[in-house]
């Protein structure tokens, strides 16, 4: 009988130790699924993703490297570090196609009433110019849209109609503000009074 007591606890501790070791382990499934990042496919290559209890889960790596943030992994922390990209600038003459260099009207108009101020003046229209060349945008991590505006320019340049919104969203794309377009903003803004 003795023998058969500990026979009986041998296979409980067994037993027992195979269910907490099962309890840190999960069954997943592998998730075949296409990747694209700003309208790129991407090819996943070496990397698997996979389903667990209805989450995607991605290697963090493989999205790291297809949007520009740096990733490290420190052993010693048992940290996983992630940084932004670094800022890409793009300079709005990129972004509105065009050079500012033959601007020949600009009409200015505030959200809060409508009114239209037409600039034909050749110094302001300068000086516009020479601010509108400067300035460098950042995209916006939150593309969701905004409401309203302070005023917007429409820029007649030779045979071209461009419109810059104070609110920065250009082409579809949202930026975030810089020295420069607040600069411009003032600028603006200080026309209106006069």
């Known amino acids: 009988m003795r023998k058969y007591v500990i026979g009986f606890v041998c296979g409980l501790f067994v037993s027992m ?5 099962a ?3 999960i069954q997943a499934l592998l998730f075949p699924v296409n990747f694209s990042f700003n309208g ?4 996943l290559g070496e990397y698997k993703i996979l389903n667990y209890e ?3 889960y ?3 790596r493989f999205v790291a490297e297809n949007t520009g943030i740096s990733i490290r992994y420190s052993a010693h922390d ?16 990129t972004i509105l196609k065009s050079d500012f260099d033959n601007i020949t009207k600009i009409e200015v108009k505030f959200g809060d009433g409508g009114k239209v101020i037409p600039i034909n003046e050749a110094r302001t229209i300068g000086e516009i110019s020479s601010k509108l060349k400067e300035i460098k945008l950042r995209k916006k991590n939150d593309q969701s849209p905004g ?3 302070l005023y917007y320019l429409t820029i007649i340049a030779g045979d071209k109609e461009l419109k810059y919104f104070n609110t920065l969203s250009l082409e579809d794309v949202s930026y975030e ?8 903003d003032n600028y603006i803004l200080s026309l209106r009074s006069n």
Do not use: R, W
């Open 23 to 25: 309890s840190d382990s």
């Open 78 to 93: 048992n940290e996983i570090f992630l940084n932004d990209a670094p800022a890409q600038y793009i300079p709005l003459s």
């Open 147 to 149: 409401f309203g505006y």
């Open 40 to 43: 790129n496919k991407i090819d």
């Open 17 to 21: 130790s195979t269910i907490v070791y």
């Open 58 to 60: 991605v290697p963090i």
């Open 54 to 56: 209805n989450h995607t």
């Open 177 to 184: 503000s810089t020295q420069l377009t607040k600069e411009l």
